[in-house]
T-cell receptor
């Protein structure tokens, strides 16, 4: 089983809609969870971190964590064309960050 | 000032050649990493150094040899390049290992193409 799984294919959302991304992880001892955004041809950049169960909101982004289900999600409200990118889920453990394969989001104007 | 800089940005070379990628960070971080991102965008850790000491060495062919002359620099040398080595190699840094490893600052990436 992969450490961090993001199974959804490319996600197309109309401008102004909500984009919902999901991630599961295998290590029950993981304590820290992150979402990175990567534009095409660019490096990943941190957009959200979450450490405790529940929701964390930052602007149009909301991260949700459920440690019992080993599940992390990211909601992007009022999606904008500038949100078109690949979103990488990352989970910490063993002095490193393990990344999922990413979900591509395309916001259609 | 660029926080994490790596050179070269692009590298095209023939199979069997040896090449190096250099990385420098000016953030004062103690820990540096090399990640490999393949054509499917999967970002996988290769190596990590904390204050010049190797602390993570994933299952990577021994053709890949990292070297950290000081905590601000981490280089990657690759011998006998193979087609499968074609990828984008990202250098990253963080304040430290453990909980400090959580927030990574990435360099712009070095795209290696092996022909």
């Amino acid at each position: 089983q992969k450490e961090v799984e993001q199974n959804s294919g490319p996600l197309s959302v109309p401008e102004g809609a909500i984009a919902s991304l999901n991630c599961t992880y295998s290590d029950r001892g993981s304590q820290s969870f992150f979402w990175y955004r990567q534009y095409s041809g660019k490096s990943p950049e941190l957009i959200m971190s979450i450490y405790s169960n529940g929701d964390k909101e930052d602007g149009r982004f909301t991260a949700q964590l459920n440690k019992a289900s080993q599940y992390v999600s990211l909601l992007i409200r009022d999606s904008q064309p500038s949100d078109s990118a690949t979103y990488l889920c990352a989970v910490s453990g063993n002095n490193r960050l393990a990344f999922g394969k990413g979900n591509q989001v395309v916001v259609i104007p | 000032d660029t926080a994490v800089s790596q050179t070269p940005k692009y590298l095209v070379t023939q199979m069997g050649n040896d090449k190096s990628i250099k990385c420098e960070q000016n953030l004062g971080h103690d820990t540096m990493y090399w990640y490999k991102q393949d054509s499917k965008k999967f970002l996988k850790i290769m190596f990590s150094y904390n204050n010049k000491e190797l602390i993570i060495n994933e299952t990577v062919p021994n053709r890949f040899s990292p070297k950290s002359p000081d905590k601000a620099h981490l280089n990657l040398h690759i011998n006998s390049l193979e087609l499968g080595d074609s990828a984008v190699y990202f250098c990253a840094s963080s304040q430290g290992p453990g909980s400090g490893a959580n927030v990574l600052t990435f360099g712009a990436g070095s795209r290696l193409t092996v022909l």
